[in-house]
């Protein structure tokens, strides 16, 4: 059975391969492709962890951490004119800060009293 743990890890995973695997797909420079591959395989093992049960809040917070640095990476590393790139990087990074955020203990609290009452 799937919680909401699992679930945000599953979809971490699926986020993370996503964007380190973008670059077969997109156009990149050699500062995309580094961004792309490290931050989506660190996103994925953060998924990993939820997956299997061993991420406390830290793995959380370097969830977010990710997205947030998926997200500006294209203007730091200088590939925001690689639009498959970038709006890969900015898609991929917001929706990772979306999922993190959500499994956050006191959000996810809230979630499941407000989807209760």
Request: glycine letters at 10%.
């Amino acid at each position: 059975m799937f919680t909401e743990s699992r679930i945000q890890g599953a979809v971490a995973v699926i986020l993370g391969a996503v964007a380190a695997l973008s670059p077969l797909w997109v156009t990149v420079n050699d500062n995309a492709r580094l961004s792309l591959i490290v931050l989506g395989v660190l996103v994925a093992l953060t998924g990993l962890a939820h997956l299997a049960k061993r991420a406390g809040i830290m793995a959380d917070y370097a969830m977010a951490l990710f997205g947030v640095l998926m997200v500006v990476s294209p203007w730091v590393m200088g590939f925001d004119g690689l639009s498959g790139a970038a709006w890969t990087a900015w898609v991929v990074g917001a929706l990772t800060v979306v999922v993190a955020v959500t499994a956050l203990p006191q959000v996810s609290g809230r979630l499941h009293t407000a989807t209760h009452h």
